[in-house]
C-alpha cells in the first residue's frame, strides 16, 4: 500500500462549479500536510499548508481528519485557471517528504 | 531573485556515463532535497539533507548520491546511470526544516539510453 494515495482523476468541473478531493495517508505519525499544485509537468508550488482545525484561503478550503487518516482539498467557484493536478504531501519520519500521485482537476467552460 | 536553478534543463545520455545535475538556492535555505516524477507513482524522495553535510536517504536512494558542502548547493549525481533512472527531477529547497513550505527548481528530464 502507498503511504499517500490520491484518486488520481480527473475530475471534470464545470466553470462556477464546486469539487472536492481527498488523500489518505498511511502514517499516524504524521504531523504537517500540505497541499501543492502542479501544471503541465512543472515544478511543484504550494497551494496551502493543511491544519489540524481546518482553513480556508480563498475559495480553496483544506480539512484534517486524523482519526480517519486524510485530508481534503475543496474548490468552490471553479475558474479556468484552476485546472491543474493537486499534489498531497504528508511528513514521514524525521526529514521525510512524502507525495501522493497528484489528483488532476479539469475546469471546462 | 529568489529561487532554486538546476542544470542541466534536459539531458540525454548513455548507460553508464556518469553524470552530475547541479541544484542552487540563493535563499540561504537549510532543508535541500531531490525528488523523481514517474507517471502513476508521484514524486518520490531521493536524498534530502536537513544541513551542511548532513545528508539522509529518501525512499528511492539507490543509484543515487549527493552531497552537501555549501549551504546553497545540493548536486544529485548517478555513478552509473541506468535506463530506470529515465524520470523527471526536482530539486527543492525550504527555509528550516522539512515541515516548511518547499520550493522548486524547474525540473530536469533526463534520458538514459
Known amino acids: 500500500r502507498k503511504e499517500v494515495e490520491q484518486d488520481p482523476g480527473p475530475f471534470n468541473v464545470p466553470e462556477g462549479a464546486t469539487v472536492a478531493f481527498n488523500c489518505t495517508y498511511s502514517?499516524?505519525?504524521?504531523?504537517?500536510f500540505f497541499w501543492y499544485r502542479q501544471d503541465c509537468r512543472k515544478e511543484p508550488k504550494l497551494l496551502m499548508s493543511v491544519y489540524s482545525s481546518g482553513n480556508e484561503d480563498g475559495r480553496f478550503t483544506a480539512q484534517l481528519n486524523r482519526a480517519s487518516q486524510y485530508i481534503s482539498l475543496l474548490i468552490r467557484d471553479s475558474k479556468l485557471s484552476d485546472s491543474a493536478t493537486y499534489l498531497c504531501v504528508v511528513t514521514g519520519s524525521w526529514g521525510k517528504l512524502q507525495f501522493g500521485a497528484g489528483t488532476q482537476v479539469v475546469v471546462t467552460p | 531573485e529568489a529561487q532554486v536553478t538546476q542544470n542541466p534543463r534536459y539531458l540525454i545520455t548513455v548507460t553508464g556515463k556518469k553524470l552530475t545535475v547541479t541544484c542552487s538556492q540563493n535563499?540561504?535555505?537549510?532543508?535541500m532535497s531531490w525528488y523523481r516524477q514517474d507517471p502513476g507513482l508521484g514524486l518520490r524522495q531521493i536524498y534530502y539533507s536537513m544541513n551542511v553535510e548532513v545528508t539522509d536517504k529518501g525512499d528511492v536512494p539507490e543509484g543515487y548520491k549527493v552531497s552537501r558542502k555549501e549551504k546553497r548547493n545540493f548536486p544529485l549525481i548517478l555513478e552509473s546511470p541506468s535506463p530506470n533512472q529515465t524520470s523527471l527531477y526536482f530539486c527543492?529547497?525550504?527555509?528550516?526544516?522539512?515541515?516548511?513550505?518547499?520550493?522548486f527548481g524547474p525540473g530536469t528530464r533526463l534520458l538514459v539510453l
Open positions: 502514517n499516524s505519525a504524521s504531523q504537517s
Open positions: 527543492a529547497s525550504s527555509p528550516g526544516t522539512f515541515r516548511e513550505t518547499q520550493y
Open positions: 535563499m540561504n535555505h537549510e532543508y
